[in-house]
């Protein structure tokens, strides 16, 4: 009787065993190293090339529906973007948040290394500008969607853990109009370095 009893439940549980192999539900985060190319409109109306590398944060959930050395892996992140700027020598800021939802296409080699490559588009959270102390709100003159390609490698670590090495390129012009700020061009562009835990899956 007891026997049977065992004999049910694995009968029960192999399906899901197999269906959790198959897929994977984790968190994953890191920093942001953003350089966006940015322009803005100097007191003489000339432009210039202002921008420079600031680090920001980056925290989600992902899934990754897996089939054989292929797999896909959607995911949603809060990022932290930004850039810092010298305008006319005033130091400064533009700082961005999004809500990124990447969906990735992965291929596996060796069972613990992959390349990954896939679609991200970023929704506007916020965005403004702290320069000399003066503080600017910039939603209404940044578009709201940010499309961009991600591409990076990863690695499975022991203890349900894994790191990946990303570049994402936007290919959006964020800038919906200039106004006093003298904003005149913002592409986002970042390198992220990310460290993962599957507590589904693996």
């Known amino acids: 009787m007891k026997m049977s009893k065992v004999m049910l439940i694995l009968f029960c549980l192999g ?7 198959r897929y994977e539900l984790g968190l994953r985060g890191g920093a942001n ?33 897996k089939a054989g050395l292929i ?4 995911e949603v992140y809060y ?9 006319d020598g005033v130091k400064g800021a533009i700082k961005t948040n999004y809500l990124q939802v990447p969906i990735l296409a992965k291929l596996n080699f060796l069972r613990f290394f992959n390349v990954h490559l896939g679609p991200q588009y970023g929704i506007l959270l916020s965005s403004n500008s702290d320069i000399g102390g003066v503080v600017s709100d910039l939603k209404s003159q940044t578009k709201s969607g940010d499309f ?10 022991p203890a349900r853990l894994h790191a990946n090495l990303r570049y994402v390129k ?7 109009g200039v106004r ?5 061009s913002l592409k ?15």
């Open 15 to 21: 399906p899901v065993m197999i269906y959790a192999q």
């Open 33 to 65: 190293f953003d350089y966006s190319s940015i322009q803005i409109a100097t007191s003489g109306g000339s432009f210039s090339e202002v921008s420079d590398t600031r680090t920001g944060f980056l925290f989600g959930a992902y899934t990754e529906i």
């Open 71 to 74: 797999s896909i892996q959607p």
């Open 79 to 87: 990022s932290v973007q930004g850039t810092d700027v010298t305008l």
């Open 148 to 157: 961009s390609v991600l591409a990076g490698i990863g690695i499975k670590l």
């Open 170 to 176: 936007g290919y959006t012009e964020m800038v919906d």
């Open 180 to 184: 006093d700020t003298g904003l005149q």
């Open 188 to 202: 986002n562009a970042m390198l992220q370095v990310t460290v993962g835990y599957a507590f589904v899956g693996r």
